[in-house]
């Protein structure tokens, strides 16, 4: 805090922990979801990067765009305030960092405190202009098959395997009807990082839900768990199904192949030059500063 005060305040790595280490005391809320910020927050993280085109290099986590209305209101969007507005709490208390920092560092601290790998981080985004906000459209649409899912990340810069190994988020979190029309949860644990969405992609028998929502499919099973149409592209397209089965057989491949792909999806849009250091820092986890 004394830092804090001086006007020439350049934030180190022992700093950046903290801000960590304050998103993690943010995450366990009994009251919402199943009982963790930390889904909600990945997906701030995601959205807030993957707008990037590498063609026009527009977009991406740098400017921090969806703070602007013309960007929080893509329909894609839908329920990321919530994780904005926790964030406030942080900002308030670090102001010195960015929105985009801040938030790719909350989905980092989220996937790491939800038991997942970690996830090589640098700081260095700076906060845009309105004028830097993306066009609608950027994201996913879960409704389309695997010319759309290769179109879009393709944009990103990510090939299939890497599209394969970033889907496997979905093993955290859920749809809400109110947000995206869908619902329900990938897994029966979906505040804990694992493969069991690759699992049960291949282990269930998957159906289409009998609804008036949007398509979507259910496992014949229980009818508690979901799959997105494109998700289930991930088993139906020969070259995704190839490595959502290693993944299924190999949850450190997995673990290994997405730290790798969110590193760099984090990283979308930001000019090297900007990023403090050369090398990524690993933040630690709270249970590595308690032992
Ligand atoms: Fe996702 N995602 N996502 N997703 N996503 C939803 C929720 C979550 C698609 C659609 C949806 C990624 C890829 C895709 C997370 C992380 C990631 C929801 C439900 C929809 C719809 C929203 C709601 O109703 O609240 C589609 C389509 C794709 C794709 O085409 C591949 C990726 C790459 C990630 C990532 O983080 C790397 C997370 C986490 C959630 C759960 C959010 C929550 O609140 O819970």
Redesign the pocket.
């Given at each position: 805090q004394a830092a804090k005060a001086k006007t020439n305040f350049v934030p180190t790595k022992e700093d950046y922990q903290k801000v960590y280490n304050k998103i993690a005391t943010l995450l366990d809320a009994d009251d919402y979801?199943?009982g963790s910020y930390g889904?909600?927050l990945?997906?701030l993280?995601?959205h807030s990067s993957?707008t990037y085109d590498k063609d026009t290099k527009t977009g991406g986590s740098n400017y921090a765009t969806m703070r602007f209305e013309s960007e929080a209101s893509h329909g894609?969007n839908?329920?990321l305030n919530?994780?904005r507005n926790l964030l406030e709490q942080v900002k308030n208390e670090f102001d010195w960092i960015s929105y985009g920092d801040l938030w790719t560092l909350a989905?980092v601290t989220a996937i790491q405190e939800m038991a997942g790998p970690k996830i090589p981080w640098r700081a260095g985004r700076i906060d845009g202009q309105a004028a830097d906000a993306t066009p609608d459209g950027r994201?996913?649409?879960?409704t389309?098959g695997s010319d759309?899912?290769r179109k879009?990340?393709g944009r990103m810069g990510f090939n299939d395997q890497e599209?394969v190994a970033?889907?496997?988020?979905?093993a955290?979190?859920?749809?809400?009807?109110?947000?995206?029309?869908?619902?329900g949860?990938w897994t029966f644990s979906?505040t804990t990082l694992t493969n069991a969405y690759y699992q049960l992609l291949f282990d269930e028998t998957w159906q289409w839900k009998k609804w008036n929502g949007p398509k979507q499919l259910e496992d014949k099973k229980t009818k508690s768990l979901m799959m997105?149409p494109?998700?289930y592209v991930l088993v139906t397209d020969k070259s995704f199904k190839k490595y959502a089965k290693a993944y299924a057989q190999d949850q450190d491949l997995f673990f290994k192949d997405?730290s790798a792909?969110?590193s760099r999806?984090f990283e979308l849009g930001v000019p090297t030059q900007q990023f403090v250091t050369p090398e990524p820092w690993i933040m630690k986890s709270v249970d590595e500063q308690e032992e």
């Open positions: 979801d199943d889904p909600v990945v997906r993280a995601w993957g894609a839908n329920g919530i994780a989905g994201l996913p649409d879960a389309q759309h899912l879009i990340f599209i970033l889907s496997g988020a979905h955290l979190g859920r749809c809400h009807p109110d947000r995206s029309g869908f619902t949860p979906p997105l494109t998700d997405f792909a969110v999806l």
